[in-house]
């Protein structure tokens, strides 16, 4: 007979740890990251070089320039670009980080032979023809006219100013003007610098069921572009220039909520204390039985939802809360926020919120070696992170040894409330 009482034993996980990638120098000089475990005839392709939004001074031609890539090409001009990719049922997928960019094909290996000329196409020739980039800037500067009215947008882009310096890259957020003010020059000038200037620091990541063929074909390919060995692609580190402790509110007359951003500047991603602060972070608002959740939203009921994250990179890193209450309750939670730190300070983590966190720490690591995709996306993070490749299995070795006396103590040192920086956008009652 089905027990539907008794729950199932939960186990710990055993050792987890992330399968290396193949690492393949192909005919140019560009490293070729190869891992090969699929059960299914499927690849994944990612071509990733260096030169993100901060190497674009905040520019949204970063992030728009992908997109108008997939409007055509020198062998498939216009929509016959995207109608090859949809026939054969391959997705591109762009990815922009601070200093990276990347682009990726998921496809079916039946196909592969066919797809990789169109995708390589798609990088190094694109038309970027005018109509597609006055489309896609319109497209944008609309969406960028719709987010600055919302409190959120208000909100975030003051606390970015508050943390990172108002003239950081980092801080810059879309405006329908400096959408509009992109040119078709611009686009250009990008393209240039990221697919063919940058091309000697570039990597290119392979997952799924991998072939011989595949890799010879990719070689073919991507090893016979020319690389600039003597172009300079080392990341452009500018420091922050943090304003803290601050406190701001924006007054948004009619706004039914407010916007609350609770900010800490806090130690690089390099430092060796980065990954238990990360650990005391998630027990302070990282998942849904947080802290920060079990007393602002259970307890207090003042929002749907309050997340806590560390917000990373070699400049330095922020930790940010950020949710969104009645306008009567933005300074209760600001208060609530304080006081759940203050209690992280005072290390009384019970043997039961100990094991929970362990666990959801534990499971969010096992995620990433679900697939080979997830594997390749992993290895992806490290070096966009520049934590290097041991990063995981530092992870699994502070998480599996942390303790309540080790995670107050990161929070005492690297979380000081001197350094606070609260913004509030909503209206006053």
């Not at 070089?49 to 520019?59: F, I």
């Not at 983590?349 to 697939?371: C, K, N, V």
Request: charged content about 20%; some cysteine; proline content about 6%.
């Amino acid at each position: 007979m089905l027990d539907r009482i008794t729950p199932p034993e939960v186990r710990p996980f055993g050792h987890l740890s992330l399968p290396p990638m193949k690492r393949i120098v192909l005919d140019n000089g560009i490293i070729l990251n190869v891992y090969d475990h699929s059960f299914q005839d499927v690849s994944e392709l990612m071509l990733l070089t260096p030169g993100g939004m901060v190497e674009a001074m905040g520019s949204p031609v970063a992030s728009m320039l992908v997109p108008v890539m997939l409007d055509g090409s020198r062998m498939y001009p216009g929509s016959a670009l995207s109608d090859v990719f949809d026939f054969n049922g391959a997705k591109i997928s762009p990815s922009v980080s601070d200093h990276f960019t990347g682009v990726s094909i998921r496809m079916l290996n039946s196909h592969w032979e066919k797809l990789l000329p169109v995708y390589a196409d798609m990088i190094f020739s694109p038309e970027l023809d005018s109509h597609a980039v006055d489309t896609c800037r319109h497209r944008m500067a609309q969406s960028a006219a719709i987010a600055m009215q919302r409190v959120e947008y208000k909100a975030q882009k003051t606390v970015r100013e508050l943390a990172y310096g108002a003239d950081h890259p980092k801080a810059v957020m879309d405006t329908p003007q400096s959408v509009e003010a992109v040119s078709r020059e611009d686009f250009l000038r990008w393209h240039d610098c990221i697919f063919s200037r940058n091309l000697s620091g570039a990597e290119l990541f392979l997952s799924g069921r991998v072939t011989p063929p595949m890799i010879d074909g990719i070689n073919r390919i991507f090893g016979s572009v020319a690389v600039d060995t003597d172009s300079d692609t080392s990341p452009h580190i500018l420091p922050f220039d943090t304003v803290a402790p601050s406190f701001r509110f924006i007054e948004s007359p009619g706004a039914l909520q407010s916007a609350i951003r609770f900010a800490i500047p806090s130690i690089p991603r390099t430092h060796p204390d980065y990954i238990m602060l990360r650990c005391a972070v998630v027990a302070l608002g990282g998942y849904f039985g947080s802290r920060l959740m079990s007393n602002i939203r259970e307890d207090k009921g003042y929002t749907y939802g309050i997340q806590a994250g560390l917000l990373g990179s070699p400049e330095g890193t922020v930790m940010l809360v950020q949710t969104s209450a009645d306008n009567a309750y933005a300074e209760a939670v600001v208060d609530e926020i304080r006081a759940e730190i203050k209690r992280l300070y005072s290390g009384d983590f019970t043997d039961e919120e100990m094991e929970r966190l362990r666990q959801y720490l534990m499971s969010t690591l096992a995620q990433h070696l679900d697939t080979a995709f997830s594997i390749s996306a992993c290895h992806v993070t490290e070096r966009i992170s520049f934590t290097g490749p041991e990063y995981f299995a530092r992870q699994v070795d502070v998480i599996s040894s942390m303790t309540p006396d080790a995670l107050c103590n990161v929070a005492r040192r690297h979380l000081p409330l001197d350094k606070e920086i609260v913004v509030i956008a909503g209206s006053k009652v």
